[in-house]
């Protein structure tokens, strides 16, 4: 306790004399995980007495070393460290001082945060897709990716399969690329990515999870009936066992693929899959918000049936999809050709293109 308040004293009263060699901390500042911390003083006197002191001080380990020497391990974090010498000059003490700042990494890097740009911007949006003849209906979807790309987001009917390539032309006049990175066809949902990194797109969020019966919803696409107009609707059952969500709302061949949202926050909640006729307002499907998330970042897949759908009241039914790397053979969609109209509970596909249309006969 005397030697502290002696040590306090010669602070308050007795400033250390000047010194050829200045007093310094050396060694690394920043340090990876479990990697040992490994400091030298110099400048400092023989006959020095050297105290060392890490803060914050809990959880360090301290190795035992000679005087002139720091050693210790500690979880990730800034450490700050601080050298006092103590030295008698002509009988008087005196006492210098250095400090410096560690950094022990984390030891799993933080994801990167997806970089800036665009615009929340719904309407602005949604684009008109081409993959070879076939005409359909896309959403850009933010926020902005890690590597500066942007997902897109369509139905899985439109595309052909993972690795198919195609043009997105956005309303401002630029035409982007895209290629398909996953295609599930049971909810009927396909993610596209951009091949090029773009700043400043116009983009559409996703909500954080179905919506309720009864929610207000709306879309817009470049159906023919009347290409860019917004339809209103709203949402008529929650999910079913194809992670389709049923609605109430007006399509036309060409809208597939949209994004369909919610008219209070203008998140989108599904994409335009099947109805039951077109044109008016009538029961359609389209992916839940949920098959949406689980399937965006997904890996590089293909949905192949297991079983060929039948139709219901209430929608197809079908057993439960498997998961193959490879593309599967063609399978019957669970929506009926344009002849097949009349049938009160027959679901006709959207797109523009009939020729790709596979249905019940």
Request: proline share 8%.
């Given at each position: 306790?005397?030697?502290?308040?002696?040590?306090?004293?010669?602070?308050?009263?007795?400033?250390?004399?000047?010194?050829a060699?200045?007093?310094?901390?050396?060694?690394?500042?920043?340090?990876?995980?479990?990697?040992?911390?490994?400091?030298?003083?110099?400048?400092?006197?023989?006959?020095?007495?050297?105290?060392?002191?890490?803060?914050?001080?809990?959880?360090?380990?301290?190795?035992?070393?000679?005087?002139?020497?720091?050693?210790?391990?500690?979880?990730?974090?800034?450490?700050?460290?601080?050298?006092?010498?103590?030295?008698?000059i002509?009988g008087?003490?005196?006492?210098e001082?250095?400090?410096?700042?560690?950094t022990?990494?984390?030891?799993s890097?933080?994801?990167?945060?997806?970089?800036?740009?665009?615009?929340?911007?719904?309407?602005?949006?949604?684009?008109?897709?081409?993959?070879?003849?076939?005409?359909?209906?896309?959403?850009?979807?933010?926020?902005?990716?890690?590597?500066?790309?942007?997902?897109?987001?369509?139905?899985?009917?439109?595309?052909?399969?993972?690795?198919?390539?195609?043009?997105?032309?956005?309303?401002d006049?630029?035409?982007?690329?895209?290629?398909?990175?996953?295609?599930?066809?049971?909810?009927?949902?396909?993610?596209?990515?951009?091949?090029?990194?773009?700043?400043?797109?116009?983009?559409?969020?996703?909500?954080?999870?179905?919506?309720?019966?009864?929610?207000?919803?709306?879309?817009?696409?470049?159906?023919?009936?009347?290409?860019?107009?917004?339809?209103?609707g709203?949402?008529?059952?929650?999910?079913?066992?194809?992670g389709?969500?049923?609605?109430?709302?007006?399509?036309?061949?060409?809208?597939?693929?949209?994004?369909?949202?919610?008219?209070?926050?203008?998140?989108?909640?599904?994409?335009?899959?099947?109805?039951?006729?077109m044109?008016?307002?009538?029961?359609?499907?389209?992916?839940?918000?949920?098959?949406?998330?689980?399937?965006?970042?997904?890996?590089t897949?293909?949905?192949?049936w297991v079983?060929?759908?039948?139709?219901?009241?209430?929608?197809?039914t079908?057993?439960?999809?498997?998961?193959?790397?490879?593309?599967?053979p063609?399978?019957?969609?669970?929506?009926?050709?344009?002849?097949?109209?009349?049938?009160?509970?027959?679901?006709?596909?959207?797109?523009?293109?009939?020729?790709?249309?596979?249905?019940?006969?």
């Amino acid at each position: 306790m005397r030697s502290v308040l002696l040590v306090g004293l010669v602070l308050a009263f007795a400033p250390s004399a000047a010194r050829a060699d200045a007093l310094r901390i050396v060694g690394e500042t920043k340090y990876k995980p479990h990697q040992l911390v490994r400091l030298k003083a110099e400048g400092v006197d023989a006959k020095a007495a050297l105290m060392w002191r890490v803060y914050p001080a809990q959880n360090v380990q301290r190795a035992t070393t000679p005087r002139h020497l720091l050693e210790f391990a500690a979880h990730p974090g800034t450490y700050e460290v601080e050298l006092l010498v103590i030295t008698s000059i002509d009988g008087a003490l005196s006492v210098e001082e250095a400090r410096t700042s560690v950094t022990i990494e984390p030891c799993s890097p933080s994801p990167p945060k997806p970089p800036e740009g665009g615009k929340l911007d719904p309407v602005n949006a949604i684009g008109r897709i081409r993959f070879g003849n076939a005409g359909c209906t896309a959403t850009v979807i933010g926020l902005r990716r890690p590597d500066g790309k942007w997902d897109v987001l369509t139905a899985a009917h439109c595309v052909s399969g993972v690795g198919a390539r195609g043009t997105i032309p956005l309303k401002d006049g630029r035409s982007l690329g895209i290629r398909i990175v996953a295609h599930y066809k049971g909810p009927d949902v396909a993610w596209c990515v951009t091949d090029d990194a773009i700043a400043d797109l116009p983009y559409a969020l996703i909500a954080a999870k179905n919506p309720d019966p009864g929610t207000a919803i709306w879309h817009t696409g470049y159906g023919v009936d009347q290409p860019g107009n917004r339809e209103d609707g709203a949402i008529a059952a929650g999910e079913d066992g194809n992670g389709q969500l049923r609605m109430t709302l007006s399509v036309s061949g060409g809208d597939s693929g949209g994004g369909i949202f919610r008219a209070d926050t203008n998140e989108l909640v599904s994409v335009v899959c099947c109805a039951s006729g077109m044109g008016r307002k009538v029961a359609m499907w389209g992916a839940s918000t949920a098959a949406i998330r689980r399937t965006q970042h997904a890996a590089t897949t293909e949905e192949a049936w297991v079983s060929l759908p039948t139709l219901s009241a209430t929608g197809p039914t079908k057993a439960t999809p498997t998961i193959t790397t490879s593309d599967p053979p063609p399978s019957r969609f669970a929506c009926p050709p344009e002849e097949a109209h009349a049938h009160p509970h027959r679901r006709h596909r959207t797109d523009r293109d009939h020729r790709h249309q596979r249905g019940h006969h």
